[in-house]
């Protein structure tokens, strides 16, 4: 399988000299190969995979001189062919490793740890200062409407993830939902470009530095709510060090209701995609608590 990629790679770049690769086994929706201990890779494994990767490439270099933290930069990329394993994009290895939610806490020293909350938000500044509006004409992307959205996601919790929750909980996801649609969050909404999936997995940093090294994964990116990245923040570290990072962000009381409401999905989320897409595992980790 993986020769089969190098080939594939080496068909449209003959002079990329590759002496060495390894699978990274990570990629929940693409194949990952490190080439040379520099260069990753990625190979998505279907159709839509496909298409969700050419987005992201065109979002990549779309912000690279915009926002100051270092991305993906997309300097391979071959989208001839809408079959998977010969499209691909290849970008320069980002130094750094995720930022787990053991390896904040392991921070003592609040300076250190204030200085990750205004590095992690002014890069979310920089992107969310993208306009909707803008980047939907530069770029041709679909707005996506989060009243829309949360609407389309219960329903589909009601139909497919219900028959799996128990009664009480059924109640409460259904008075949750009910709660913030028919509510006034959604007032005052401006949409900006998003990262789409801003959680630890996602965010490198350097542990002898402390300080944050790259940001990755923007196959969630598109127009939406800023909210929903601050969810990511919030889900995978905790309320202390989100309500860090939201007194950094201009007007981040307004947002979070919206954000304490998004991360109160992502498990069914996590199900949701499981349920979908004959991943058992996913299943199971969302819909634990549910049961």
């Known amino acids: 399988m993986n020769n089969n990629l190098i080939r594939n790679i080496q068909l449209v770049y003959s002079d990329l000299s ?14 990952v190969l490190i080439v ?3 260069l990753v890779f990625r190979f998505p494994k279907n159709k839509n995979g496909i298409i969700q990767l050419r987005r992201e490439t065109e979002i990549l270099k779309y912000i690279k001189d915009i926002v100051s933290s ?8 071959s989208f001839g062919e809408f079959e998977p394993g010969k499209a691909f994009t290849g970008y320069i290895l980002i130094d750094g490793v995720p930022l787990w939610k053991e390896s904040l806490i392991g921070i003592k020293s609040v ?3 204030k ?4 590095q992690l938000v002014s890069f979310l500044v920089e992107l969310h200062s993208i306009s909707g509006e803008k980047v939907r004409r530069d770029l ?8 829309e959205e949360m609407y389309k996601l219960y329903d589909k919790i009601q139909t497919k993830l219900f028959p799996y929750i128990r009664e009480d909980a059924q109640k409460e996801v259904s008075q949750s939902f009910e709660t913030f649609l028919e509510g006034k969050s959604f007032s005052n909404l401006d949409i900006t470009l998003i990262h789409g999936d801003f959680g630890a997995s996602n965010i490198l940093w350097n542990p002898e530095t402390s300080r944050i090294s790259g940001i990755i994964d923007f196959g969630g990116s598109g127009l939406g709510d800023p909210a929903y990245d601050f969810a990511g923040i919030l889900s995978s570290y905790g309320r202390e060090f989100f309500d860090m990072c939201m007194n950094l962000y201009p007007n981040g009381d307004e947002i979070s209701e919206r954000v304490k409401f998004y991360k109160s999905t992502f498990a069914l989320q996590e199900a949701l995609h499981g349920i979908e897409n004959g991943d058992r595992e996913a299943f199971e980790s969302g819909i634990q608590d549910y049961r």
């Open 18 to 31: 590759i002496e060495d690769f390894y699978t990274n086994e990570i990629g929940q929706n693409n194949d």
């Open 36 to 38: 040379n201990y520099s």
């Open 70 to 77: 270092p991305i993906p930069n997309p300097i391979y990329e």
């Open 111 to 113: 300076e250190m740890m």
């Open 115 to 118: 200085g990750l909350a205004v």
């Open 140 to 147: 041709n992307l679909k707005v996506r409407n989060p009243r």
